[in-house]
């Protein structure tokens, strides 16, 4: 594996691969529409290529929620980079609490999540159904399994 560096992420890049990931920029999440750059966003590059994207915000309560991590490239460790990167500059910031929301089929991301020391801590039944008010182009199912949840993951780093 090459090595891998973590800097800001131009505004085109973000926005063309929060496009391709998710449809647009705009999420539908906790019941609004939410535009995924956030306020802050980090790429994992290498050789001088962005390979993945982090995006974030400050969410007024004294933590920040992710909002987006995108691996163009999965299992160069890219994903892991950034949040580790996040985590650095939260604690730097005196932020103790990273979290995200991500959607109940999300299988893949669950593990990654877990795997990392994040902790499962809500689940918001029916969120996505409601969602679809806001954003229809939200899928119904994916890998057989139906897109209805929410799911709140966080990590302390008190």
Do not use: C
């Amino acid at each position: 594996m090459m090595s891998l560096s973590i800097g800001p992420a131009d505004p085109a890049f973000v926005r063309e691969t929060l496009t391709d990931a998710f449809g647009s920029t705009m999420m539908a999440i906790h019941g609004a529409l939410i535009d995924a750059r956030g306020d802050g966003a980090a790429a994992a590059y290498r050789d001088g290529y962005p390979i993945a994207l982090l995006t974030y915000r400050d969410d007024g309560a004294g933590g920040w929620e992710v909002l987006s991590l995108v691996s163009i490239v999965p299992g160069a460790g890219a994903g892991t980079a950034l949040l580790d990167w996040l985590a650095a500059e939260a604690h730097s910031q005196a932020v103790h609490r990273l979290w995200l929301i991500t959607t109940n089929e999300n299988i893949n991301a669950l593990a990654f999540y877990q795997r990392r020391g994040w902790n499962l801590t809500r689940l918001d039944e029916d969120a996505v159904t409601r969602a679809r008010s806001l954003k229809p182009t939200i899928p119904l199912e994916s890998g057989g399994i139906p897109i209805r949840h929410e799911l709140e993951l966080e990590l302390n780093l008190r």
